[in-house]
């Protein structure tokens, strides 16, 4: 069974950057697409990134294209959100999560099709 536990979150102002991690242990993470996740007061969860298990591949939602990179380093069972260009409304709670399904050559953005989740970290951006 794997855990996966994040790091990094906190309170930054609008325009600022932070460094999300997510460490994996238990279990390898290498051979499963991972994703981020965010849940605001009052929201539902929504997908944020994701990245295949090689890293061939990621994917953004529409809201952080272009601000969120995600990347992986499989040797040390972790994965990363760098967020720059911060804006209040990325205001939430931030989970990781590994898929359901290895070596996929695509990324969900469904919650339903990962089967493992950390606590969250919460990231405040204030304006």
């Known amino acids: 069974q794997v855990t996966l536990v994040e790091a990094g979150g906190g309170l930054v102002q609008a325009g600022g950057s932070l460094r999300l991690s997510c460490a994996a242990s238990?279990?390898?993470?290498?051979?499963?697409?991972m994703g981020w996740f965010r849940q605001a007061p009052g929201k539902e969860r929504e997908f944020v990134a994701g990245?295949?298990?090689?890293?061939?591949?990621?994917r953004f939602a529409d809201s952080v294209q272009g601000r969120f990179t995600i990347s992986r380093d499989n040797a040390k069972n972790m994965v990363y959100l760098q967020m720059n260009s911060l804006k209040p409304e990325d205001t939430a709670v931030y989970y990781c999560?590994?898929?359901?399904?290895?070596?996929?050559?695509?990324?969900?953005?469904?919650?339903?099709?990962?089967?493992?989740w950390g606590q969250g970290t919460q990231v405040t951006v204030s304006s």
């Open positions: 999560a590994r898929t359901r399904t290895q070596f996929g050559i695509l990324v969900s953005d469904t919650g339903g099709d990962y089967d493992a």
């Open positions: 238990g279990r390898t993470i290498s051979s499963y697409a």
């Open positions: 990245i295949t298990w090689n890293g061939g591949w990621t």
